[in-house]
């Protein structure tokens, strides 16, 4: 088990390992005292692995109540987080008691936001259970439910006081949604880690879990304890996503946030390497990378399509979108690009 402390304004453990699912309930216990522990799981997560947190967390004298929604992204919304909250309401869960997010992205931001929000705060977990939830949605407190007018519109910076990750419980992703979460590993190599994007570059997808999301978890660690509320360095972790976002919201998020981010984060390169801001060589290491992973690195969408989603992204701030764009493998900057700017850069990275 690899052990990452987090320091943001609360300080909590990422537990990263083979087996840990079983220690969920002792190792809950030695950080809180709640009496009931309520599991929070989605109809794909919970038929796999919630009887076995449910042992776990009764072995160590937890009362236990479980609430499991429909998986996807869909169920990301108020109708299922209003329900979430009568559930705990109805079953008159306190402040002393316990949520635990026992799935990807979705039911942890989903937890995530019920905990901060029900009687105004109630302690959580997370237990991540695809990779992009153990490599950086469970980590830093951002939860979020989204709105019909857009994703992750409603939501609170709420930490929670453990993360779990249990890496056997990736055996049973499937390989397109692991593909998806390496999207985001490769994205922390080239932001900050030449060793871990070497390694990648020659495991591929078959790299070792522990030290690859450890690796991860740590840079995601460092840049919350810089900037936990996100107004600086945490739009970073932006590389390949204001452009992906224009291909995902172009395909109707028929394409994956993943492949759209790997796509994004092609462009920005390729974009990058015309303008001289990094070498042919970074280019082609960061291509043939995405590649590997069986990533794609290419769109039909045009310039000017994918010029106006990005620029309807929320993370505009007046006339400037923040793009981020490799230097080297471990060197980006953050370049603010303005509305008239933004295309032609596109233009020559598609
Ligand atoms: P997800 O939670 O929808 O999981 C993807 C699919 O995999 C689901 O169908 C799920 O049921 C299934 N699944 C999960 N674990 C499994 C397992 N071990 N075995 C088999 N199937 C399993 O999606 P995700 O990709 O984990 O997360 C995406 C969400 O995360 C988005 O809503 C996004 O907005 C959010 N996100 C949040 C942050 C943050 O900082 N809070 C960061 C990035 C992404
Ligand atoms: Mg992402």
């Known amino acids: ?90 079953k008159r869960i306190t402040r002393s008691d316990l949520l635990v997010a026992l799935g990807g992205g979705v039911v942890g931001d989903l937890t995530g936001f019920a905990a ?3 009687l105004r705060g109630i302690p959580y977990i997370q237990v991540p ?17 989204d709105l019909p007018e857009g994703k992750n519109l409603v939501g609170a910076f709420y930490q929670p006081s453990l993360v779990i990750c249990d890496t056997d419980t990736l055996n049973t992703l499937p390989e397109d949604i692991f593909l998806d979460g390496c999207a985001e590993v490769i994205k922390y190599g080239i932001l900050f880690d030449p060793t871990l994007f070497s390694a990648l570059e020659e495991s591929g997808p078959a790299f070792s879990r522990e030290q690859v999301i450890a690796a991860c978890v740590k840079w995601k660690r ?20 204001t452009v992906g976002h224009g291909v995902e919201a172009g395909s109707q998020f028929a394409l994956s946030h993943g492949k759209s981010v790997a796509i994004g984060t092609a462009i920005v390169t390729r974009a990058a390497a015309s303008k001289g801001i990094c070498s042919k060589e970074t280019e082609t290491r960061i291509l043939r990378c995405l590649e590997k992973f069986s990533l794609p690195v290419r769109t039909d969408f045009s310039p000017e ?21 490799p230097r080297q493998i471990g060197d980006c900057i953050i370049v603010p690009t303005s509305v008239e700017d933004i295309q032609s850069l596109i233009e020559a990275g598609v």
Request: charged content about 20%; aromatic content about 8%.
């Open 1 to 90: 088990m690899i052990t990452i402390p987090i320091t943001a304004s609360r300080t909590y453990e990422v537990r990263i390992g083979s087996g840990l699912l079983e220690e969920l309930g002792s190792q809950s216990r030695e950080i809180v005292k709640a009496e009931t522990a309520v599991v929070v799981s989605d109809s794909t997560v919970f038929p796999l692995y919630g009887e076995y947190a449910l042992s776990s967390l009764k072995k160590a004298g937890f009362r236990c109540l479980s609430f499991v929604f429909p998986a996807g992204e869909e169920s990301k919304n108020a109708a299922t987080y209003l329900s979430l909250l009568g559930f705990l309401a109805e």
């Open 116 to 118: 901060a929000t029900y």
């Open 222 to 241: 460092d840049v919350v304890a810089q900037d936990e509320f996100d107004t600086g360095l945490r739009k970073m972790l932006n590389l390949g996503h």
């Open 129 to 145: 259970t695809t990779l992009l939830s153990a490599v950086d949605s469970s980590v830093g407190g951002k939860t979020a439910i």
């Open 305 to 325: 399509q994918l010029a106006a989603y990005a620029l309807s992204d929320k993370k505009r701030r007046g006339g400037t979108v923040d793009l981020i764009l």
